[in-house]
């Protein structure tokens, strides 16, 4: 069983930097993929980006590539989404995502597990 719970989010103004993380518990993500997603209101879910195990391979979608950044920190069990330049429409709930087979793929249907996802509202 493995269990992601995000945290970080919150309130900024445009222009601002946020870090989100997930961390996972009940097993270390040995050879899993991370991804994170967003769902703005009335919106479909997202990609975001995506990270291997080793953190060499990395995908991130077009619209956000060059402003958010994705890691992970293998000890600690975690993966981080680096944001900046934040707009209103990067408003939403963000989610992180792990897929033991290692694709880090954009595709959500391929991820198993998945947390409850953290709220990032930017707005002035």
């Known amino acids: 069983q493995v269990s992601l719970v995000e945290s970080g989010g919150g309130v900024v103004q445009p222009g601002d930097s946020l870090r989100v993380s997930c961390t996972a518990s009940?097993?270390?993500?040995?050879?899993?993929?991370v991804a994170w997603f967003r769902q703005a209101p009335g919106k479909e879910r997202e990609f975001v980006g995506a990270?291997?195990?080793?953190?060499?391979?990395?995908t991130t979608a077009s619209s956000m590539e060059g402003r958010f950044t994705i890691s992970r920190d293998s000890a600690k069990n975690t993966a981080y989404l680096q944001m900046s330049s934040l707009k209103p429409e990067d408003t939403g709930i963000y989610y992180c995502?792990?897929?033991?087979?290692?694709?880090?793929?954009?595709?959500?249907?391929?991820?198993?597990?998945w947390g409850q996802g953290t709220q990032v509202t930017v707005s002035s």
């Open positions: 995502a792990a897929d033991s087979l290692g694709r880090h793929s954009a595709d959500r249907y391929v991820y198993q597990y």
């Open positions: 009940g097993r270390t993500l040995h050879m899993y993929a």
């Open positions: 990270i291997s195990w080793t953190g060499g391979g990395t």
